[in-house]
């Protein structure tokens, strides 16, 4: 096969004719004036069947769906380009698109939820996929991973029960895209393996703000392979120019209601106003000499290796600067493959790996209806493909000649094998006994959830605890699971297992004792990976009749020019609000519409007409308090700091001249042209640290 089109092909594409004006036709080009109403016999009369047009329609759309992806079905995607930094990898691998400075290699990107069905909501509690897809010049290169950087289970036999066990349950399919249900907590319970993993998926990692603030993560050791063929392990890391972020799982629960599309939304909503999201891909190098330096076995995918041990070297980066043109064609039939690999990169040895190397290509098989995906323009390499390969569903070359094998001479010996340039497997050497056992190196499931645990900040700890609380409270008290899984946590840590045990009323384990308890990695804290920006973050302010129109001005321009969006929201869902200037001032929308759970912080201006009737709705009053107890930064300046008041803000506030900034909330008694600098850069200051984390909010009902 050949992508280049042939001369057939090309006399074709020469004869067409452009119907010129977009007229609507059959899918055989034939013009069609009418598709309101079908052919019948007489106005009232039956439907004909030679109606070819209302036929072919209607068959069309029966037809329209293919099955979703097992796994991953949600998902938004993207494209862009990556570019390496410099040469520094040169010694390590043959891949030009890693090694070459400035060349743009472009890729295109799906983010995924894992569990849920395509119609699922983004804000449950899973993991989320990042798949990459890099259209080099020496073939397509795919680098499938999460933003996790540990997997579920060891051995890909194992993926079958894993997936049937956190997705809905088979006699009832309930619950949808939640992973607190009896059977994932029965397996986990069971299968230890699992621990380090459910770990990160009770954590806030779990939760993401936006798909443009999340790591990725390479998850198996892959391997480097330069032109001399000597190989390095590698593990890889996406980093987020943007800062890792997450929601809070209150938020999660009650976005998935309010904007079900809120991660998509966000994703396709950045790319389309230009703030392109940008990741720092990262590499570690090991060297093969060190493969057994390490408490674990390198193949193992439930195994991190610590940042501060091992660090992550900078290699290129990645921007998504352009939002598909259709999503079916694009973000559904998109096709990932881990063995979709270029020359420079390889496997190793890893379990897991091996199986997802079978899988994917069998999965695609069925899913997008035979051998030829890769003809669809997503999957399409920009790379020369030739091959004897012929014929199946929906081939869409037409290949010249008699000859489709090799060797031959009637075809002129083409495709000829190359000698440059080319893909060849890492020899090494293989040498064991054929047996179906667990390597001992992969015996230890505590050591990596207890180094993870020990390296959350006390909020982080606290949200984790919180986690599998809601989880194991939605698990059958009768089943037997919660005190099982309670067990395992205390082989983790004991202080863990203790106070999820308090948060069930069950009677803590006794106190084991630990064997290996490994320092601290800072780089596992998401606080840690909060940069100085607040490019993105979505400021809403509330407004009514009445509304300081001149202090609005000066705080959302100095927001927008720091890339925030600034969203004014009213009682009425569109049109304009008078402001205290005469004015008129557009409304984004109606507070109907919307929730403080889509917004990273609230601002509250003054005019005494606004702040009035503000006071006296309670669904305005409902919002700031909710932010408030969502710990995010709540700003108000003249009469609206009497709205925080109304909403039961306790904080202190500005009484006097200045501005006050107290526990995430910042106020200030200046207004229109005069409002106080001091008060914006506060203002900036709190949403580029996005949480208050230390905010008592107990007492807020909200
Ligand atoms: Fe996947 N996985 N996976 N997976 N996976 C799929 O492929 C599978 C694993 C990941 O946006 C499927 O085309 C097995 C780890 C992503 O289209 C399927 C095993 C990691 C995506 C499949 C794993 C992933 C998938 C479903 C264990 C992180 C979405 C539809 C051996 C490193 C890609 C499809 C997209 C999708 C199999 C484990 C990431 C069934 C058998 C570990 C991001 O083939």
């Not at 010694?91 to 395509?118: E, Q, Y």
């Not at 939304?265 to 590499?283: M, N, S, T």
């Not at 909060?530 to 959302?556: F, M, S």
């Not at 006296?616 to 609206?640: C, N, R, T, W």
């Amino acid at each position: 096969m050949n992508n280049t089109p042939n001369p057939k092909q090309q006399q074709l594409e020469g004869a067409r004719v452009d119907n010129g004006k977009g007229y609507l036709t059959t899918q055989q080009g034939v013009r069609i004036d009418h598709t309101d109403d079908a052919l019948t016999a007489g106005e009232r009369g039956p439907t004909l069947l030679e109606d070819f047009h209302a036929r072919e329609k209607v068959t069309h759309f029966d037809h329209e769906r293919i099955p979703e992806r097992v796994v991953h079905a949600r998902g938004a995607g993207a494209y862009g380009y990556f570019e390496p930094y410099d040469d520094g990898l040169a010694d390590f691998t043959a891949a030009k698109f890693l090694t070459t400075p400035g060349l743009r290699t472009p890729v295109f990107v799906r983010f995924s939820t894992v569990a849920g069905s395509r119609g699922s909501a983004d804000t449950v509690r899973d993991v989320r996929g990042f798949a990459t897809k890099f259209y080099t010049e020496q073939g397509n290169y795919d680098l499938v991973g999460n933003n996790f950087p540990v997997f579920f289970i060891q051995d890909g036999i194992k993926f079958p029960d894993f997936v049937h066990a956190v997705k809905p349950e088979p006699h009832n399919e309930i619950p949808q895209a939640a992973s607190a249900h009896n059977t994932l907590w029965d397996f986990v319970s069971l299968q230890p393996e699992t621990l380090h993993a459910i770990m990160w998926l009770m954590s806030d990692r779990a939760l993401p703000r936006s798909y443009r603030m999340m790591q990725g993560f390479g998850v198996h050791t892959f391997r480097l392979v330069n032109a001399s063929g000597q190989g390095v392990f590698v593990k890889f890391h996406w980093k987020p120019l943007l800062g890792v972020h997450s929601l809070i799982w209150e938020e999660c629960q009650q976005i998935a209601g309010k904007d079900p599309d809120f991660n998509r939304r966000d994703l396709w909503e950045a790319i389309e106003a230009g703030h392109y999201p940008e990741w720092e891909l990262g590499v570690q190098l090991i060297p093969e000499s060190d493969e057994f330096d390490f408490p674990f076995d390198l193949l193992d995918a439930t195994k991190i290796v610590p940042e501060e041990r091992v660090p992550v070297l900078p290699v290129g980066r990645m921007v998504l600067d352009r939002n598909p043109d259709n999503f079916f064609a694009e973000t559904e039939q998109v096709a990932f493959h881990t063995a979709n690999l270029v020359p420079g990169i390889d496997f190793t040895n890893d379990p897991l790996l091996q199986f997802r190397n079978f899988s994917y290509l069998d999965t695609q098989l069925i899913r997008l209806g035979g051998p030829n995906f890769a003809h669809l323009p997503v999957n399409r390499p920009i790379a020369d493909v030739r091959n004897n390969q012929r014929d199946g569903y929906s081939q869409h070359t037409i290949a010249q000649g008699p000859t489709s094998y090799y060797k031959n001479t009637l075809g002129g010996g083409c495709p000829a094998l190359a000698d440059e340039d080319v893909f060849r497997h890492y020899t090494e050497r293989v040498d064991g006994h054929k047996i179906r056992r667990r390597a001992e190196s992969f015996k230890d499931y505590y050591s990596q959830p207890r180094l993870f645990w020990d390296s959350m900040s006390a909020v982080e700890a606290e949200h984790i605890v919180a986690a599998f609380a809601f989880e194991l409270g939605k698990v059958g008290p009768e089943t037997g699971i919660r005190p099982r899984v309670v067990e395992q946590l205390n082989l983790i840590d004991h202080d863990l297992a203790a106070r999820v045990a308090a948060k069930l009323g069950l009677t803590a384990p006794a106190e084991v004792s630990i064997d290996v308890r490994h320092a601290p990695s800072p780089a596992l804290s998401q606080l840690n990976a909060v940069p100085h920006t607040i490019d993105t973050r979505r400021i809403a302010v509330l407004a009514a009749g009445g509304v300081d129109v001149r202090g609005i001005e000066r705080a959302a321009a100095a927001l927008r020019r720091l890339g925030a969006t600034v969203d004014i929201i009213s009682t009425v869902g569109g049109g304009t609000v008078w402001c205290d200037t005469g004015h008129e001032l557009a409304v984004d929308l109606g507070i109907n519409t919307t929730s403080s759970a889509l917004y990273d912080a609230v601002l509250v201006p003054g005019g005494a007409e606004s702040v009035e009737q503000l006071t006296q709705d309670g669904s305005m009053i409902h919002f700031v308090s909710e932010a408030y107890k969502h710990l995010k930064p709540i700003a108000a300046f003249g009469a609206g700091i009497d709205v925080l008041q109304a909403a039961g803000v306790r904080t202190r506030v500005a009484n006097g001249s200045g501005a006050v900034s107290d526990d995430g909330v910042i106020t200030s008694r200046t207004s229109g042209d005069d409002l106080d600098d001091a008060f914006i850069g506060a203002l900036v200051g709190a949403v580029e640290r996005h949480r208050v984390w230390d905010r008592v909010t107990d007492m807020i009902p909200a």
